[in-house]
């Protein structure tokens, strides 16, 4: 089967060291090729270090190494990961992937978690612009200690922490408050914030939230991209003001926009203000045009959009005070529904997605494509192949769709390209793990679909079902 492609930057599985990266790498994979000599020149130069950084790698696409890939939910190439511990503690690699980056980066996830403060000159680096957490105790030891040590250890990679008995040591913040305290320190906002909950989820959430700014800005300034990764990987719903940084009404837009964050501030939110020269990406992802800006969109946790275009200043409150309310209509990123559809393989687009797999009453194989996927551009002879064969089965359709053109329907999970799935006149889904020869796809398809009368019959079923699957069937 095909190792999905997916623009990932993760990383991988690894023996058991005191510190090691593991790095999967699948043949043919684009992304793996240019990391492979940088990681090989990062390993050379961490050889002779001490204590032992050890850094690895592993095929994913060889069968016997597939199970090892699933138990560490390898979904994308390359993937790193930090294994500690004898593989007790893993965590994402989050670091550069260039050699002296990886090197750096690595060297600093060595030794304690967090470091002691003793003195104002240990302090100096938390003033450095860049996100510090410190705690001040009475002392190093008990059961907020404890937890903030197991919080240091599970966020290392992400922060630099820090311990004290001084809380005047520190740069910033109340010397004379009252211990034990979380202080987190940061380049924006209100600059440094405190926390007295131990619990190691109330602290883990208290950094999360209190590491990113209120609002974030997507713009070509270097530092602002670890927090529009953080912004774009986090699963609460997203509002998105973007516009021309460059233009006049830039300022009365940025005013506008910031009180409504203010006002809306108890929401569960993340905004996001961004400079379309600077987010073209994003415009691209979204199914956005520049003509339509100034525009505002919301992404909500379910991954339905709604959208704005041509805002003006005074509108931005209004209408994301309708969002909280519920009375707006979701906006569908979609390519035109095809005048002519004449290929054997039927390209459909997410307007028309729902017509074509669940009510045209036949057996579909879609597949989930992206244009740039070189697995894809392979499969994608074979597949006409496999509809040429079984043109004269009128109940039986393959289809593509343009992952990156259209929003994926929530039905189907799509982590990778490509992606396929076989779905039955009654409405059973299944993701096609078969053979990827034009053979092995008929074959598959003609022992799996489903008959006009199996159909009829999978229906009735479902209609006499009993009462008592009302909640299972509400649910679907």
């Not at 602290?203 to 070509?220: H, N, R, Y």
């Not at 939110?269 to 379309?276: A, E, H, R, T, W």
């Not at 994301?320 to 687009?349: C, H, M, Q, W």
């Amino acid at each position: 089967p095909c190792s999905p492609c997916t623009p990932t930057t993760s990383t991988t599985p690894s023996p058991s060291t005191p510190s090691s990266s593991s790095s999967s790498t699948p043949h043919g994979c684009g992304h793996c090729k240019s990391l492979a000599p940088e990681y090989e020149k990062a390993a050379q130069l961490l050889s002779k270090h001490d204590p032992a950084i050890v850094l690895a790698k592993v095929d994913a696409n060889d069968e016997k190494n597939k199970p090892l890939a699933g138990k560490y939910e390898v979904q994308g190439f390359p993937t790193l990961k930090i294994f500690r511990n004898g593989g007790k503690n893993i965590q994402e690699y989050k670091g550069p992937r260039e050699a002296e980056g990886i090197v750096e980066y690595l060297k600093k996830q060595v030794g304690p978690a967090s470091k002691e403060i003793k003195a104002p000159e240990d302090a100096t680096y938390l003033e450095d612009g860049k996100i510090h957490i410190v705690g001040v105790f009475t002392e190093f030891s008990g059961t907020e200690f404890t937890n903030f040590l197991e919080v240091a250890e599970k966020l290392r990679s992400d922060y630099d922490f820090g311990h004290t008995v001084h809380a005047n040591h520190l740069p910033r913040g109340d010397a004379a408050v009252e211990r034990p305290l979380v202080r987190l320190f940061k380049p924006f906002d209100e600059l440094v914030v405190d926390s007295k909950d131990f619990d190691v989820s109330a602290l883990e959430k208290f950094i999360d939230a209190s590491s990113t700014p209120k609002v974030v800005t997507f713009d070509k300034n270097p530092d602002n991209h670890p927090y529009l990764l953080k912004f774009f990987q986090t699963n609460a719903p997203k509002a998105m003001l973007f516009l021309n940084f460059s233009t006049g009404p830039f300022e009365s837009f940025k005013s506008a926009y910031y009180g409504a964050v203010e006002e809306f501030s108890g929401k569960d939110v993340k905004f996001l203000i961004g400079d379309i020269e600077a987010s073209q990406g994003a415009f691209q992802y979204f199914g956005l045009k520049e003509d339509q800006a100034p525009l505002i969109l919301i992404q909500d946790s379910d991954s339905k959009k709604f959208l704005k275009e041509q805002v003006e200043a005074g509108q931005i409150v209004a209408w994301l005070k309708d969002y909280f309310d519920g009375k707006l209509t979701p906006f569908r990123k979609s390519e035109p529904i095809p005048e002519a559809n004449n290929e054997p393989v039927k390209v459909v687009v997410a307007d028309n997605v729902h017509d074509v797999v669940f009510k045209s009453g036949k057996n579909v194989l879609i597949e989930f494509y992206a244009p740039w996927c070189g697995h894809c551009k392979k499969l994608a002879p074979i597949l006409d192949e496999a509809a040429a064969t079984l043109q004269s089965e009128e109940d039986v359709v393959i289809a593509k769709m343009d992952a990156t053109a259209n929003d994926v329907p929530s039905e189907f999970d799509v982590q990778g390209y490509p992606t396929l799935y076989f779905v039955t006149p009654s409405g059973k889904k299944v993701s096609y793990e078969g053979g990827r020869t034009a053979d092995e796809i008929v074959d598959y398809i003609k022992k799996n679909k489903e008959t006009a009368g199996q159909a009829a019959a999978a229906d009735t079923e479902k209609a006499a079902e009993p009462a008592a699957t009302e909640p299972l069937k509400d649910e679907l």
